[in-house]
């Protein structure tokens, strides 16, 4: 049971550039999520994903896209980096049963985009 | 809107102080209220929950009560540990809501001197 799983761990990107950040669980939930943290702010919800063939915009959506491919698996594609967009990235998923609002989180990717 | 504010940091103690890193919220009704952790190069792990007025979460010998008379929820811990070095995050869900998006706060850097 692996959990969260992000890759990549690191990229470096020249603006315009465009990327894909993978997501998977493997804990059977149907919630997934995804952030951004960057320094003094927090985490910042781009994009969330309620069930499967579902997505909805988060706090800051601009300059992202996501794709809930299945139950397991959520990506973000950046169409062409912006070096706004340097930021840690994370990835969480919930289970959404009962009182559970645990968010379960990934590693993180750390992008950088010059 | 829902929002989280919690004290700036960093915070920086000697090993077997106590710690109090404070955080107030704002939203209608009864959020569920969390205090999340993420050790240097990690994703964040729950720490610690409550999800009614007056429940007391505990876990790792941190503690934190949600008290709705001054919407708050402080985290303490009477005897911190170098292993406790890590950014901490204040984060509520709001009631009745159809989804379970997190709002967090900005973070909360406390550094553990032996």
């Known amino acids: 049971n692996a959990g969260v799983t992000q890759t990549p761990k690191f990229q470096v990107l020249k603006t315009g550039q465009s990327m894909t950040l993978q997501c998977a669980q493997d804990m059977n939930h149907n919630s997934m999520y995804w952030y951004r943290q960057d320094p003094g702010m927090g985490l910042r919800l781009i994009y969330y994903?309620?069930?499967?063939?579902?997505?909805d915009k988060g706090e800051v959506p601009n300059g992202y896209n996501v794709s809930r491919l299945n139950k397991r698996e959520f990506s973000l594609r950046l169409e062409s980096a912006a070096p706004s967009q340097t930021s840690v990235y994370f990835c969480?998923?919930?289970?959404?049963?009962?009182?559970?609002?645990?968010?379960?989180f990934g590693p993180g990717t750390r992008l950088t985009v010059t | 809107g829902n929002s989280v504010t919690q004290m700036e940091g960093p915070v920086t103690l000697s090993e077997e102080a106590f710690l109090t890193i404070n955080c107030t919220y704002t939203?209608?009704?009864?959020?569920?209220l969390f205090w999340y952790v993420q050790y240097p190069g990690e994703g964040l792990q729950l720490l610690l929950k409550a999800t009614k007025a007056d429940d007391k979460g505990s876990n790792k010998g941190f503690e934190a009560t949600y008290r709705k008379e001054t919407t708050s929820f402080h985290l303490e811990k009477g005897s911190v540990q170098v292993s406790d070095s890590a950014v901490y995050f204040c984060a509520l869900v709001p009631s009745g809501g159809s989804n379970y998006k997190l709002t967090f706060g900005k973070g909360t850097l406390l550094t553990v001197n032996p």
């Open positions: 969480a998923s919930n289970p959404d049963r009962g009182s559970s609002y645990e968010q379960y």
């Open positions: 994903s309620a069930s499967e063939g579902t997505t």
């Open positions: 939203a209608t009704g009864y959020p569920s």
